[in-house]
């Protein structure tokens, strides 16, 4: 079973600066099943980025995917007061099971 | 508006049994699979089962496999979680998801993302 790690745990940023989080796979993976979701506290997670690099609808465009094989990278451009959050990547093969990360948590600076 | 609302939530002893209820409104259900993820206190999110559009299939992670049952109600737009022989590790906010898939332009294969999320029901298991 494929694990992801994501770093760094916690990362501390200012409004307007950009974030730049990592998730590394145990082993290759199609990029086609890599997703990122965006989790605040007692709300419902949020789909951000699927296919590693597509941004879901409504996703504003400061929020961007890439990477490939074991290395992903979710980028934001420019940080605003609502983007400080808890960032999931998340893999599946053609079938379950599902795998998320532990997760990176953005804090306001 | 597509919505999904989680029910059934509670504290409850171990090795007891709870009942989970998903309702959606704004799609038609019998459309879509759907998930059941959770979250353990101060942990991550971690997937927990999936139920196919009809019910067909099922997918479970290893550590419930057993003890929980996925289901669904197509024509009362719900979908559920049984859950058997609680234990103290169970204990998380248990959120439903919906499944949707899309083809990847020019293959035959599929994204298959859960787009739409509610806001959990929280489950403890404790004596």
């Known amino acids: 079973e494929i694990v992801l790690t994501q770093s760094p745990g916690t990362l501390s940023l200012s409004p307007g600066e950009r974030a730049t989080l990592s998730c590394r796979a145990s082993?290759?993976?199609?990029?086609?099943?890599l997703a990122w979701y965006q989790h605040k506290p007692g709300q419902a997670p949020r789909l951000l980025i699927y296919?590693?690099?597509r941004r879901a609808t409504g996703i504003p465009d400061r929020f961007s995917g890439s990477g490939s094989g074991t290395d992903f990278t979710l980028t934001i451009s420019r940080m605003e007061p609502d983007d400080f959050a808890v960032y999931y990547c998340?893999?599946?093969?053609?079938?379950?099971?599902?795998?998320f990360g532990q997760g990176t948590k953005l804090e306001i600076k | 508006q597509v919505q999904l609302v989680e029910s059934g939530g509670g504290v409850v002893q171990p090795g007891r049994s709870l009942r989970l209820s998903c309702a959606v409104s704004?799609?038609?259900?019998?459309?879509?699979?759907m998930h059941w993820v959770r979250q353990a206190p101060d942990r991550g999110l971690e997937w927990v089962a999936l139920?196919?559009?009809?019910?067909?299939?099922?997918w479970y992670t290893e550590s419930v496999k057993g003890r929980f049952t996925i289901s669904r109600d197509n024509s009362k737009n719900t979908l559920f979680l049984e859950m058997n022989s609680l234990r103290a590790e169970d204990t998380a906010v248990y959120h439903c998801?919906?499944?949707?898939?899309?083809?990847?332009?020019?293959?035959?294969?599929?994204?298959?993302?859960?787009?739409?999320w509610g806001k959990g029901t929280t489950v403890t298991v404790s004596s």
């Open positions: 296919g590693a690099s």
């Open positions: 998340q893999h599946h093969g053609s079938s379950p099971p599902y795998t």
């Open positions: 082993q290759s993976l199609s990029s086609t099943y």
């Open positions: 704004g799609f038609t259900l019998n459309n879509y699979g």
């Open positions: 139920i196919w559009y009809d019910g067909s299939n099922k």
């Open positions: 998801a919906r499944l949707v898939a899309a083809r990847v332009p020019g293959t035959i294969n599929y994204y298959y993302n859960m787009d739409v």
